[in-house]
């Protein structure tokens, strides 16, 4: 079969193949230890399990509009603006059948061919992905150990060009769990007002945060007009299979997200909505139990990463990653991954597979029970210890 062009453009993400190899070995009667998927291992909270069924019953079966349910647009509305302390009004929010296709939408409607959009990397491999896609221009963001995986500004700064038209930022952000200070959105706004383009803020990790308070791009002078807030209900929520996401972004790329939704997927699940108003207006609790079991999953994870010989790990502010360095080990990040699979039995992903600046450090999610986090680290310690 021939296929167009421009689909040997397209990125994947290796986690879901990763995934694939690891219930493979499971299939063979292998006990495996899954540290390489980015969902959290919590179950939807009952109080929005039973919004669901109440919205079915209530006949919440067909298509919603295609920019969502007016009332759920009002609460997203509301909670963007309590939370990101800027006024935000309901047709400047659009809800998707998750947050991914708000990557896929921005980048579709906003950039031509031979634009340039800088990217976090090590960063989430679908930027990379779409903006190849399009043809454009990938510029990457490098993202240093030596600042907690934040980027220097110097770096960011060198990254611009009279073509730039975005920049996507993800905080706190998947893969490094990094977050970005005050400091560094200030710089940002400065050079986004100054330089002209727009930024797509990628926030979904927005609520998993141990360390500071999370700010969003959105609030700083006059980046309203130029900012698109990526922000959904998977992460949170534990709601990843609901597909549940939203931006909050200028009225007219409203619009222009819309015209794609109408071409694609047509709308978001109805009673899905009405389930994802009960998650942003209902108890709160869920959230905070399971930030707490998240810190105390982080704080193991990394004490004990850190007491394997030729392993480094900074304790990350938020999300559920950790991003340990394994340069002093002998083997190559992607051969390390695959060595802990076949040898440990532990899922984890190679650094490179969010970008050449992931070179030399492993992904590890302790969205997992702490026994099997405990055990994966023995696993890990025994496994590397024969590696001499
Ligand atoms: N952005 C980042 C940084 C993510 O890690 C993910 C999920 N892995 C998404 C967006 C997409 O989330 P959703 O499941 O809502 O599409």
Redesign the pocket.
Known sequence: MKFAKRMSRLGTESAFEVFARAKNLEAQGRKIIHLEI?QPDFKTPMNICAAAFQAMKDGYTGYSPAAGLWEFREVIAEHISQTRGIEIYPDEVVVTP???PIVFFTILALIEKGDEVIYPNPG?PIYESVINFVGAKAVPLPLREEVDFRFRVEDLIAAISDRTRLLIL?SPQ?PTGGFLKKEDLEAIANLANKYDFYVLS?E?YSRILYEGQHESIIGFPDMKERTILLD?H?KTYAM?GWRL?YAIAPKRLVEEIVRLTINSNSCTCSFTQMAGIEALKGSQDFVTQMVAQFKQRRDVIVEGLNTIEGISCLKPAGAFYVFPNVKQLPLSCGELADYLLEEAGVAVLSGTAFGKFGDGYLRLSYANSLENIQEALERIQAAISKLK
């Open positions: 980015g998750g947050a991914k989430f993800n998947n990628d979904i959904g998977s990843t996401g």
